[in-house]
C-alpha cells in the first residue's frame, strides 16, 4: 500500500533516518520503525499527521515529546530528540520490541504473580509520571508493551496532561 507521508518523512529524514514501515497510527500521529544510521539502532520515529499541524497541534505534539523525555524510567520509552523536518514535526523514541500487555499475558499461560510483577512495572511507570506532574490520560493496554524478557514499556503520552502541584487537578 501506499503511503505518501511515509515517503515524504523518508525524504526529509535521510540521511541521519533510514524510515522502514508504519508501526501505528493515532489520532495526532503516526509512528514509524526506522533506523538511526549513525548509531546503527532501531529507532520509533512519531510525526504529527500534516493534515492536523496547526500552530496548536504543533504546540501539543512538542509538548508530548518534552513530557516524555522528562520521564527517565526503566518502563517509560524515552525520547531521544523532536526535530521539524519539511514541515513535518517529529520526535525520534527507544523502539520496543514489544507486545501488548492484554496480548502477551492472554498468549502465556502466566502464574497470578508474574501477572501481579507486570502490573506493578505498569503502577512504577505510572506513579513516576505522577511524582514528575505527568498524568498520562490514555492508559490501555496497546499503550503498554511487554518484551520477550518482561519488561514493561509505557508508551503514547499523546494525550497526558500537567498536574497542577497546588491543588493535583490535571491540565491541559
Given amino acids: 500500500m501506499d503511503d505518501p507521508l511515509l515517503e ?3 525524504r526529509a529524514l ?3 533516518f533510514e524510515l ?27 510525526v504529527l499527521r500534516p493534515e492536523l499541524a496547526t500552530a496548536v497541534a504543533r504546540e501539543r505534539f512538542l509538548r508530548e515529546a518534552r513530557l516524555l523525555a ?20 517529529f520526535y525520534v523514541m527507544e523502539f520496543v520490541e514489544g507486545t501488548p500487555i492484554d496480548t502477551f499475558c492472554n498468549a502465556r499461560a502466566l502464574k497470578v504473580s508474574e501477572r501481579m510483577a507486570l502490573f506493578r512495572q505498569v503502577c512504577d ?31 503514547d503520552f499523546g494525550i497526558a496532561g500537567l498536574l497542577d502541584a497546588s491543588t493535583n487537578d490535571a491540565v491541559t
Wanted: aromatic letters at 2%.
Fill in 8 to 10: 515524504r518523512l523518508r
Fill in 14 to 16: 535521510a540521511p541521519e
Fill in 20 to 46: 522502514d514501515c508504519r508501526l501505528a497510527a493515532g489520532g495526532m500521529g503516526i509512528v514509524y520503525r526506522a533506523r538511526e544510521v549513525a548509531l546503527d539502532r532501531p529507532v520509533a520515529v512519531k
Fill in 70 to 89: 522528562r520521564l527517565q524510567h526503566p518502563n517509560v520509552v524515552p525520547v531521544h530528540r523532536a526535530d521539524e523536518r519539511d514541515g513535518l514535526p
Fill in 125 to 155: 511507570a505510572v506513579q513516576y509520571a505522577h511524582q514528575r506532574l505527568v498524568v498520562h490520560r490514555d492508559l490501555k493496554p496497546s499503550n503498554i508493551l511487554v518484551t520477550e524478557a518482561g519488561e514493561v514499556k509505557l508508551l
